[in-house]
């Protein structure tokens, strides 16, 4: 069964005292992050074989066979017409727009670095879940927003060298300003429908327009290596569903701004997944980071109500 149940795990972490993280929704959402972290690498080695946008299609058509399919024999119905405009818009931020923007930027972006123009992304939702959720935010985690970013900035930094924010890089910074808005779109639909209910829905509606695409992704897939085909599928599989489902199941009692902290978590893990997976250098500054990006988790998530 696709559902992922979390009754039965405890309601805080042990030795938590008053935090808004706990075990029910911290385990899905570190699933989520570190499924999404391994897409930056393996979409690099995607895009070698396949076009942005047949690479997204592809992905996304092995994702709504997975999902289709089950809701097919699970015959789970389909959203009710007052939420359809709204369910159709995230798909589409959330899904085709955010996908087809990351795929298109790290055709020189590496890994790594797209991870880092991402991390803008839970600013972004910050201030969303203050203006629109009228969620409240303590100092201690809008200094912990600050010290997130300073984290995501020195694992961008590289001595001698200067970030340009070239084409590639404005359309990853794109993808990063859509799955916010989208983050703040879905929050309230959760109220309303199950995580795989939403799942489903925003997948299938997502992959809907990706179907134009679907010429080039005939015309490139017998030139591409079966590791390749085999790489995208592991990305339709894993950081498209798997990852999408245990997200919303995290952010169904999870704040938004909360979640949108968890998320400078990418730029860590996709470093180390980077330089494992395709050889990209990983410094000492990635480690450095990396411990900024935990104290702004600490100063969020364990400040009480």
Known sequence: DLSLRYHNLPRRLPGQ???????????????????????????????????????????????????????????????????????VLAALLGITLY???????????PAAEASLIIATEPLLIVILARAVLSERVRPAGWVGVGLGLAGVGLMAFRPGSSFAFTADALSVLAASLSAGVYLILQKPLLARYSPLQF???????????????????????????????????YLGVFPAALANLSWNAALQSLPANLAGNLLFLNPLLASLVAALWTGEVLGARVLLGGAAVLGSLLLAGWTGR
């Open 199 to 233: 799942t489903i829905y925003s997948v299938l509606f997502g992959t809907v327009p990706l179907l134009l695409a679907f010429p080039q992704l005939i015309a490139s897939w017998p030139r591409a290596p079966l590791s390749t085909d085999l790489t995208v599928v």
């Open 99 to 109: 996908q087809l923007a990351l795929n298109f930027g790290e055709r020189l972006v």
């Open 17 to 87: 005292t008053g935090g808004l993280l706990n075990a029910r929704n911290l385990i899905p959402a570190l699933i989520a992050i570190a499924l999404w972290s391994s897409a930056f690498s393996g979409i690099r080695i995607g895009l070698s074989a396949f076009p942005p946008a047949a690479l997204t299609l592809f992905r996304f058509l092995v994702a709504s066979l997975l999902l289709g399919g089950y809701a097919l024999y699970r015959r789970v119905p389909p959203p009710r017409a007052k939420d359809l405009g709204r369910m």
